[in-house]
């Protein structure tokens, strides 16, 4: 059973950073893609950011490229999305998942989310 918990989320001012983590069990995901969605209330949830969990190769939403940095620990089974220059824009509820594309019907398992909220 994968399991996905999501750590990091808070509140902060605009311009400033956030690392978001999210901690995977379950099973092995080497040929999987570990990504990150938000979905702002009223809004569609949307892909920000994915990264392969045996290549390490990275991709990102035109709307983050630039400020957020995905990484990845295996050894934790972590998944980190560092937040630069956050913007009020960026206040949504953060997902990791893990899948195969970077749209939301590729991804298989999501954790439960966590809040982000920038202030102008």
């Known amino acids: 059973q994968v399991q996905l918990v999501e750590s990091g989320g808070g509140l902060v001012q605009a311009e400033g950073s956030l690392r978001l983590s999210c901690a995977a069990s379950?099973?092995?995901?080497?040929?999987?893609?570990m990504g990150w969605f938000r979905q702002a209330p009223g809004k569609e949830r949307e892909f920000v950011a994915t990264?392969?969990?045996?290549?390490?190769?990275?991709f990102y939403s035109d709307s983050v490229k630039g400020r957020f940095t995905i990484s990845k620990d295996n050894a934790k089974n972590t998944v980190y999305l560092q937040m630069n220059s956050l913007r009020p824009e960026d206040t949504a509820v953060y997902y990791c998942?893990?899948?195969?594309?970077?749209?939301?019907?590729?991804?298989?398992?999501w954790g439960q989310g966590t809040q982000v909220t920038v202030s102008s």
């Open positions: 998942a893990v899948g195969r594309g970077i749209r939301r019907r590729d991804y298989d398992y």
């Open positions: 379950g099973r092995t995901f080497n040929s999987y893609l």
């Open positions: 990264i392969s969990w045996n290549t390490g190769t990275t």
